[in-house]
Each structure stands twice: as structure tokens, then as C-alpha cells.
């Protein structure tokens, strides 16, 4: 996984998290990677990973169960989604809004460019 050094580490691995909820790789009451499997993956310290996972724990996405692992929460898809409408709104639509008015855009302008990356992928 590569990195942005704009967000934090463990912020970007929630949005990875939630990106699998939101996809449906990973769904409700299923296990998710251990804090180990997941660092080596991504390859970062696991107390990085222990950061997303009570993170994500606050935000009622994943829970754990003591001396099974973490697991999928029942509403996650619901909570992924109002996390990361949060997050696009206050941080990437005004730099989006911006280029918009810099380059005389509107959002109808952006509607074929949104359709032709929809089918591009996600047919």
C-alpha cells in the first residue's frame, strides 16, 4: 500500500478497512485480518494497525471479540459509509470545489467524466 504523508497512517489504513466493507470483500460478522496479518500486509508496525482497529472500534465498524479477533460489525456498511462521507466532504470536495472554480467547471461538466469511470470500474 502506498502512502500519502497528507494523513496520518492509521487513517489511511481505516479508509482501506472501510474501502473492503464498502466493496462487500469483507462483510458483516466476518473476521478481519489480525493486527499481525494486517501489518505484514501492508507492511507497517502493528501498533499502527492496533490504532486503525480501536479506531474503527469507536466508529462502530469492526468489534472485537476477546481471544477471537476482530470482526466485521453488524451496521458496518452503514457507519463505513457515513465515515467516509464525512471524510470526502471535509477534505476532498473543497480542493475538488476549488479546482472547479479555477478551471470555470460545473458539476454538469464532471458527469460524463463520473459515468465513463463508473463503467471503466465498477461494471
Known amino acids: 500500500m502506498q502512502f500519502r504523508e497528507s494523513q496520518a497512517i492509521y ?18 460478522e466476518e473476521r478481519v485480518p489480525s493486527v499481525r496479518e494486517l501489518a505484514v500486509q501492508l507492511e507497517v508496525n502493528p501498533n499502527t494497525v492496533m490504532r486503525t482497529f480501536e479506531f474503527l472500534q469507536q466508529q462502530e465498524i469492526i468489534y472485537n471479540q476477546r481471544g477471537i479477533g476482530y470482526f466485521v460489525s453488524p451496521g458496518a456498511l452503514k457507519q463505513a459509509i457515513a465515515y467516509r462521507k464525512l471524510e470526502f466532504t471535509e477534505k476532498d470536495l473543497p480542493q475538488l ?3 472547479m472554480y479555477l478551471l470555470g467547471m460545473t458539476p454538469e461538466d464532471l458527469k460524463p467524466w463520473y459515468e465513463k469511470y463508473k463503467q471503466q470500474h465498477f461494471a
Not at 473492503?20 to 462483510?27: A, M, N, P
Open 11 to 28: 487513517l489511511q489504513i481505516a479508509d482501506y478497512v472501510c474501502e473492503k466493507i464498502l466493496l462487500q470483500e469483507w462483510k458483516p
Open 97 to 99: 470545489f476549488r479546482n
